[in-house]
């Protein structure tokens, strides 16, 4: 499978525990992008990569969450003092971006977080 | 603040009738819009794009209609399945980051 992949597909915490998901985009896609969504919505912006470099983070990004791409390849999303609030679907997209603007963005199947 | 929308949260078709799924966008610098449809418990697929330089583009039994004046798109389905049951969102990509309205849900009835 030459998609998106993101690990683990489920994941049940405890409130307060540290939580990690990662993301491996298509090999030759440069942008990658993390989205939350939860029932009944849309996927909500949370930040964006240009290789390793993080170039835009939503509001939405508080500061228990943190995401790297170290080599430009795959990412992590980290959660630290999980809350119930943070229950929902992440999503990792990639796309290949390149000088004449803007590609499409391909999805991964997502990691459903369930904080008890 | 600008935003996405779509018209209608549900849209119920019988199997083989076509399908139009609305949006109204409002961020008149958007230069690129995607639809995309989610099935339950899976992320969402791309289904078709077009770029604000073009007001019509066609796929298999898809067709996305742009239309910059009133800022609307819509998405044609022809011969709608039950797998085509799902929830759809448009989606425009100002700055690289693609922005999700809320969604239709499409409901095909055999």
């Known amino acids: 499978d030459t998609g998106v992949s993101q690990d683990p597909r489920h994941k049940i915490t405890k409130r307060g525990q540290n939580v990690t998901f990662r993301c491996d985009p298509i090999s030759e896609h440069n942008r990658l992008y993390w989205y939350r969504q939860t029932l009944g919505q849309g996927p909500e912006f949370l930040t964006y990569?240009?290789?390793?470099?993080?170039?835009?983070k939503s509001r939405l990004l508080s500061d228990r969450f943190s995401a790297e791409r170290p080599k430009g390849s795959f990412s992590t999303l980290e959660i630290q003092r999980t809350e119930q609030g943070d229950s929902a679907m992440y999503l990792c997209a990639s796309s290949l971006g390149t000088g004449e603007g803007n590609t499409e963005a391909f999805f991964g199947q997502g990691t459903r977080l369930t904080v008890v | 603040g600008e935003s996405v929308g779509l018209h209608l949260p549900t849209l119920s078709v019988q199997e083989g009738d076509n399908s139009i799924i609305n949006c109204a966008y409002s961020?008149?610098?958007?230069?690129?819009f995607i639809w995309y449809k989610q099935e339950s418990g899976k992320g969402p697929q791309f289904i078709i794009d077009?770029?604000?330089?073009?007001d019509k583009r066609q796929g298999q039994r898809v067709t996305v209609l742009l239309n910059k004046t009133v800022k609307h798109l819509s998405l044609q389905i022809a011969a709608t399945q039950p797998g085509d049951s799902a929830v759809y969102f448009c989606a425009e990509n100002p700055l690289y980051i693609p922005t999700f309205g809320r969604g239709t849900s499409l409901i095909v009835h055999p």
């Open positions: 990569f240009q290789n390793e470099a993080q170039l835009e």
């Open positions: 961020n008149s610098a958007s230069d690129y």
């Open positions: 077009i770029r604000s330089n073009m």
